[in-house]
């Protein structure tokens, strides 16, 4: 007797990541899909929920995942390719271009993954934003920000995680800080245009927000928005998130409106985005937009507060199905993570006091390990995180009331 044909649609995933903050995504993907993951290692504890799997020398070479989506599809039908690591959606794009897919135009994703492009297509449409001129050397940054106004904003032109990202006040603190900026790079570095690899801005205040969002045939729908928590001045390091199921900017017509014309201008059409937004005085303005879930476990908390699936929404988004977004929750969800105290710190011990930590408490997770050697941001950004926490509840307040529990719980003993 022959085995029935398994009827869920085949799925080429590039890339996981880590199973702490990636596995809430694949999970219910396999359970809806047949997951194929293009990766540059054996699968670990990924292997429970794939179908199968091609292990290749990068997943950073758009070329090489074009010919491997191509051998995959001539022994099976793919439905679609999906990617949500930011140094490989480009290189996936050249897969969905192969296989005839939706979001396979590599064009239009790298829009999104160089700043200094998505800045010129946003300006050309008049969608409102800080202004923003791309410079190569310290003494084009100064006439830039001279130009601009102080203070300003000195970014990379392609990095994510505000990484590299500085507030300067003056000329003294452009020269001062252009070197940082210059040098700051991933964990795998993208070639970016070397003539201009940095990018002034004009510095905007108001709340910074993030929105993550679905798009199918051009038609944008806002799921979750961020309340971002920053950090470490003048560093825009993101130390937490709070997302609200019922967030009055979900409906907000401006905000709606800047999403609809942004994806617009970026010719953005079917896939999963993660924009963010100062709320100025003057209204919403873009401050990057990202053709991937968001990071940070923003989608998660937008999980767990709504009902709404990130992953399985964006499975679909790649494949052509309606995603279900049904809400099925109400409350509030927010993260903070932790990070050491000094640079260059040996950790010998770390963890949570599980008796001081509140009973309702959703997670409290330690990432890093005795014996890593760990520091806080600017140096440590990201990778200095070494714990973190979430909690639910029906206000911000209460949730906030968690966290602060949760900190005060968590350690971190030097070696």
């Not at 880590?18 to 670990?44: K, Q």
């Not at 300003?152 to 003056?170: H, N, W």
């Not at 609200?244 to 010719?267: C, F, G, I, K, Q």
């Not at 100062?278 to 507060?305: C, F, Q, S």
Request: hydrophobic share 45%; glycine share 10%; with cysteine.
């Amino acid at each position: 007797m022959t085995e029935p044909e398994d009827p869920r649609p085949l799925l080429i995933l590039v890339g996981t990541g880590m199973r702490t903050y990636r596995e809430y995504l694949l999970g219910p993907i396999s359970a809806e899909y047949r997951v194929h993951l293009f990766l540059t290692a054996e699968p670990t504890w990924e292997r429970e929920h794939v179908h199968g799997w091609t292990v290749l020398p990068s997943t950073m070479d758009g070329q090489a995942l074009a010919t491997a989506a191509k051998e995959v599809a001539a022994t099976d039908a793919v439905a679609g390719v999906l990617c949500w690591d930011e140094a490989r959606i480009h290189a996936a794009s050249f897969a969905a271009q192969a296989l005839g897919l939706r979001n396979g135009d590599p064009d239009v994703v790298w829009g999104l993954r160089d700043k200094g492009r998505t800045r010129a297509a946003l300006t050309e449409a008049g969608v409102p934003q800080p202004g923003s001129l791309p410079v190569k050397s310290v003494e084009d940054a100064v006439a830039a920000a001279d130009r601009l106004g102080y203070p300003a904003i000195l970014k990379p032109r392609g990095l994510g995680a505000s990484l590299g990202v500085i507030k300067v006040e003056d000329a003294d603190q452009v020269r001062a800080n252009f070197a940082f900026t210059l040098a700051a790079e991933g964990p795998e570095p993208v070639v970016f245009d070397t003539d201009q690899p940095v990018l002034v801005e004009e510095f905007v205040s108001g709340e910074e927000v993030s929105v993550d969002s679905v798009v199918v045939d051009g038609e944008v729908t806002p799921l979750f928005v961020g309340r971002k928590v920053v950090g470490y001045h003048p560093y825009a390091e993101e130390v937490g998130h709070f997302v609200s199921a019922d967030d009055p900017l979900l409906t907000d017509p401006a905000l709606v409106d800047a999403l609809r014309r942004t994806h617009e201008a970026l010719r953005f059409t079917d896939g999963f985005t993660h924009s963010e937004f100062m709320l100025t005085a003057d209204g919403p303005k873009v401050i990057e937009v990202n053709g991937r879930l968001g990071g940070d476990m923003i989608p998660y908390l937008g999980k767990i507060a709504t009902g709404v699936d990130p992953g399985l929404a964006a499975a679909a988004a790649a494949t052509g199905r309606v995603p279900d977004l049904t809400r099925t929750r109400s409350g509030v969800a927010g993260i903070r993570f932790f990070y050491v105290e000094e640079e260059d710190t040996t950790i010998g011990s770390l963890g949570f006091d599980q008796a001081a930590l509140p009973p309702d408490l959703h997670l409290a997770v330690v990432v890093a390990q005795p014996g890593a050697v760990v520091s806080p941001p600017p140096k440590g950004t990201v990778w200095g995180r070494v714990g973190f926490a979430v909690a639910v509840g029906g206000t911000r307040e209460e949730v906030a009331r968690q966290l602060d529990a949760a900190e005060a719980a968590f350690s971190v003993t030097p070696a």
